[in-house]
């Protein structure tokens, strides 16, 4: 019997074209997952059951009259509880922010899934504003990792990584600001990808401005761009957002990666030590890429670690995220948060203008690199997931996340599209990622490359008991 939960949106899709199956028990199941995953891993914010299953019943009815309402109709999935889903308070992970509505506004990514008739079954966790690595808050409690709940399921859009692993909707809206997409995807074994800035809409903008980016986590390539070509479109709201791609990123899947210049850097330049269990992954999974066509030169982008600059610039966009609450709601924060937060209202003007001479500067080196080189390859991360609960890997000797994902945040300064593909797992059986990188605009390359190995098999990830 096939396990619903265990399906590709594309292949609910065939499904319900097919009749093999219908919305309502697809839903179903997807809830019945989550209810059976909550207590243990604490993946959801809030679960939207009723609304879910009558949104299922008018798809199911759509699909019965064979006019189904856009390309996701009855397709299950979650939102991060940063963006707005219209009646539904979007309490940030804060115990600052007030639930009182009304809530009567979707984010742009939200109405476009609604307009494809996706059925929401709740808002994911997320640490306070997105602010970490990892996911915990004091509103919601500490977000697992569904192949071992002692660890965290990563940040920021932990819930959303530990419910599409364990099948509780095959798509997941998450958002990236340093890696909040990445980050839990490789530690939670599924595929996440941050688009080109622009390229997903933002409403309402951020407070760490135009580092963060909106992006899907899912089942495999495919479905990331499936769901790309639905919410990759404009909205007016977003003075940033992109134009209209020309063709579908679901179409341009097939042309595969024969010929395409991979750039392999496994450390970037030496500057990142990488756990062994990783490297080895890494290296077999470009190995692979090489094997399917694709012309790999081991190099380094020509860059230096930016955490400098990258501190500045968020730390100064959580102490906006903080400006306009009241003494006694800060005391609310996350101890961590509010530490960050001192630190980003002490920084001057020129302070912030300088790091984003650093973020210039370092777009300019990333564009020659692609006139070079069509992807660049790097570890995801250099570990895999360490204890729930904490914002470093116990006596490790950092002091903020970002000491730990060297490889997520520089393309967050530089909007490059980016992604996680799952390629095996250490002695502990913990997921491993391989991250792929394409020149702004190039969305297209980092998911072709994504499917070409999840077509040859290569991506490995143990199913969560």
Known sequence: MTDLTELTAVRLVDGYRKGDFSPVEVTRAALDRAERIQPELNAFVRLTGEEALDRARRSEERWRRGEPGGRLDGVPVTVKDILLMRGHPTLR?????????????????VARLREHGAVFLGKTTTPEYGWKGVTDSPLSGVTRNPHDPSRTAGGSSGGAGAAVARGAG???????????????????GIFGLKPTYGRVPLYPASAFGTLAHVGPMTRDAADAALMLDVIGTPDARDWSALGPVPGSYTDALAEGVRGLRVAYSPSLGGQVAVRPAVASAVRRGVERLAE?????????????????AFHTLWFSGAARAAQRLRAGQRELLDPGLRDVVGTGARYSALEYLAAVDVRM???????????????????????????????????????????????????????????????GTDGDGLPIGLHLVAARHRDDLVLRAAHALYEAGVPVSPTPA
């Open 93 to 109: 992970g804060s115990r600052a922010v007030s639930p009182d509505g009304p809530w009567e506004e979707d984010a742009p990514s």
């Open 170 to 188: 095959p798509l997941a809206l998450g958002t990236d600001g340093g890696g909040s997409v990445r980050i839990p995807a490789s530690f939670c």
């Open 361 to 423: 500067e370092l777009g300019r080196r990333m564009g020659r690199f692609h006139e070079a080189y069509d992807l660049l390859v790097t570890p995801t991360l250099p570990i895999t997931a360490f204890e729930a609960g904490a914002e470093v890997p116990k006596g490790s000797g950092l002091r903020r996340w970002t000491g730990w994902t060297p490889f997520t945040y520089p393309f967050n300064l530089t909007q490059q599209p980016a992604a996680t593909v799952p390629v």
């Open 292 to 308: 399917l066509g694709a012309y790999v030169t081991e190099t380094d982008p020509d860059f230096t670690d930016p955490v400098d």
